[in-house]
């Protein structure tokens, strides 16, 4: 059972924008604890787009931004390519759980 | 450039034992923190568990605990995790992730593997 929820599908087209919601609670998010987000393909690697609520790592595109508000967090992507299409996952830590925890995961389809 | 690499997923029968390895190269092994993820099919991302960078300080989720064992092997950089009284539930690919971020627990996960297929079932 997932403590941060997403919604489970958003979509947009070749170079609209996007944004993808997760909400927590006071033991996660509403605790101060930093959100990051992560790309999945499947077969592949996952790969980290947002860490620390709004940095990006090296070599990933200015398109992707995060921010934190309270217990919730976004991330937005604009200018959508084709090659967005995938799986989006927040990440947290839990002070309750004493662990981790992921977001329910949100597909993104790019029309 | 930096690389996780799994290996040890097969299937496997209901109170069965399995174990992961994960062959890092590309970074300095020893100085870090290592985790493993999981992704049940159609679910999202379970974190399972970490191990601290020199293997002493281990932490698990509460839903493999008791059951499964993260260790690793610095001189050969290697990371291993021992699974025991498999259950079905722990149908899952598998991932082994470094940890990013100088502030434990602030942490996030910077590289990831490719993941390997654990499937439980008689």
């Known amino acids: 059972q997932s403590e941060l929820t997403q919604p489970p599908s958003v979509s947009g087209a070749p170079g609209q924008r996007v944004t993808i919601s997760c909400s927590g609670s006071s033991s996660n998010i509403g605790a101060d604890f930093d959100v990051h987000w992560y790309q999945v393909v499947p077969g592949t690697a996952p790969r980290l787009l947002i860490y620390g609520d709004n940095n990006r790592p090296s070599g990933v595109p200015d398109r992707f931004s995060g921010s934190k508000s309270a217990t919730s967090a976004s991330l937005a992507i604009t200018g959508l390519q084709a090659e967005d299409e995938a799986e989006y996952f927040c990440q947290s830590y839990d002070s309750s759980l004493r662990g981790w925890v992921f977001g329910t995961g949100t597909m993104l389809t790019v029309l | 450039q930096v690389q996780l690499v799994e290996s040890g997923g097969r299937l496997v029968k209901p109170g069965g034992s399995l174990r992961l390895s994960c062959a890092a190269s590309?970074?300095?092994?020893?100085?870090?923190?290592m985790t493993w993820i999981r992704q049940a099919p159609g679910k999202g991302l379970e974190w399972v568990a970490y191990?601290?960078?020199?293997?002493?300080?281990?932490h698990y989720a509460e839903s493999v605990k008791g059951r499964f064992t993260c260790s690793r092997d610095n001189t050969q950089r290697l990371l291993y995790l021992q699974m025991n009284s498999l259950r079905a539930e722990d149908t899952a690919v598998y991932y082994c992730?470094?940890?990013?971020?100088?502030?434990?627990?602030?942490?996030?996960?910077?590289?990831w593997g490719q993941g390997a297929l654990v499937t439980v079932s008689s």
């Open positions: 992730a470094r940890f990013g971020g100088p502030s434990f627990p602030y942490n996030w996960f910077d590289r």
């Open positions: 191990i601290g960078s020199s293997g002493n300080t281990m």
């Open positions: 590309g970074f300095t092994f020893s100085d870090y923190y």
